[in-house]
């Protein structure tokens, strides 16, 4: 076993440079597994796999014992760098960044999603009385997003921007957006005073903002622009680790499985592992909160994912065009149902 499960590399852009120093590509060993995860609730099927040792309960199943390391990265950017360097061998990012690396690596390393992390609304929340909806920004706001111009909160801002500009102007906000982790955001729109004056982030940042500065609201919905529920942050590996680790692959997708009906039945004694493995001052009433929100769904089959491919697609973003699931997916009993 490792001496540590978790590990936090705190990234924004690229930084290939800095993962690839810390970590040689490998190849993908039967046994091992490695998965980047970024900050929110919306890990929480991570969380729960870590906390109750899924996968290795699976893997003694079929008669293997695995070593699971959990890192935590900061972007879709640096997901996906640590993914294509070698460096993990799952990736948890948006739905966004997925569509840029199966486009990018179609053909050679071939990434596919593995499983959804549920269905959860992410709010672009603003601290600026003046911005009433997206056309309110100025060049005196900053927007916060994990990555600019490749996480999924970027590219439904661009989708957005797209609907109300025109797809020539997709990216026009990307102009005033900055890359800052989540916690550091909500911060910054909780306290004010800085440049930045709007985030679109995830549970529970944005909960948090929206009860800790009075000012704080919400600008944008992205089940709004998505035309309903949908699954926004998905997990995804290249064709080589599902290839050449069967065994450690199907141990992960049953553990999700397994962690996403832990949550629905024990919503308590989920926020209590989000606490204990996720860590930071939330408030756990807030937390339950959102764990039963009507609106979010823990589930492992994504929904209503296409139609961001299609619209990253159609302004150019990605070269190739998804026209179903199963091309940026790869086939699973428990996700060939979903969109």
Do not use: C
């Not at 600019?148 to 439904?156: A, D, E, H, L, M």
Request: hydrophobic share 45%.
């Amino acid at each position: 076993m490792t001496s540590y499960l978790t590990r936090t590399i705190v990234a924004a852009g690229l930084g290939l440079a800095t993962l690839a120093a810390s970590a040689a590509p490998s190849l993908a060993e039967e046994g091992r597994i490695r998965i980047a995860q970024q900050f929110g609730i919306v890990y929480l099927l991570l969380n729960v796999v870590e906390d109750q040792k899924l996968i290795q309960k699976h893997g003694k199943e079929a008669g293997l014992d695995i070593d699971a390391e959990f890192i935590r990265l900061s972007g879709g950017s640096a997901v996906n760098d640590a993914l294509l360097s070698g460096s993990v061998d799952i990736g948890g990012a948006g739905v966004g960044p997925l569509f840029t690396l199966w486009d990018r690596t179609k053909g050679s390393q071939n990434v596919k999603g593995v499983a959804s992390l549920g269905n959860f609304p992410y709010y672009l929340v603003s601290n600026n009385p003046a911005v009433k909806t997206i056309a309110d920004f100025t060049d005196k706001d900053r927007i916060a997003v994990p990555a600019v111009g490749v996480s999924v909160q970027s590219r439904i801002l661009q989708w957005a921007s797209a609907k109300l500009w025109g797809n020539e102007a997709f990216d026009k906000l990307d102009a005033i957006s900055v890359a800052v982790p989540h916690p550091e955001a909500a911060a910054a729109i909780i306290s004010g005073g800085t440049e930045i004056t709007a985030h679109f982030g995830n549970p529970p940042f944005q909960e948090q903002e929206l009860a800790g500065n009075p000012n704080a609201h919400i600008v944008l919905k992205s089940y709004d622009v998505q035309g309903g529920p949908a699954s926004s942050t998905v997990l995804y590996a290249t064709e080589a680790f599902r290839d050449e680790s069967p065994k450690t692959y199907a141990a992960f997708v049953a553990a999700l499985d397994d962690a996403a009906a832990f949550i629905t039945a024990n919503p308590e004694a989920a926020a209590d592992i989000y606490l204990k493995v996720a860590g930071g001052n939330v408030d756990r009433k807030l937390l339950l909160d959102i764990i039963t929100n009507p609106e979010v769904t823990f589930k492992v089959a994504p929904e209503n994912t296409l139609g961001l491919g299609r619209f990253l697609h159609g302004v150019g973003a990605i070269r190739n065009e998804p026209t179903a699931l199963a091309d940026y997916f790869f086939d699973d009993p428990r996700v060939a149902g979903g969109s």
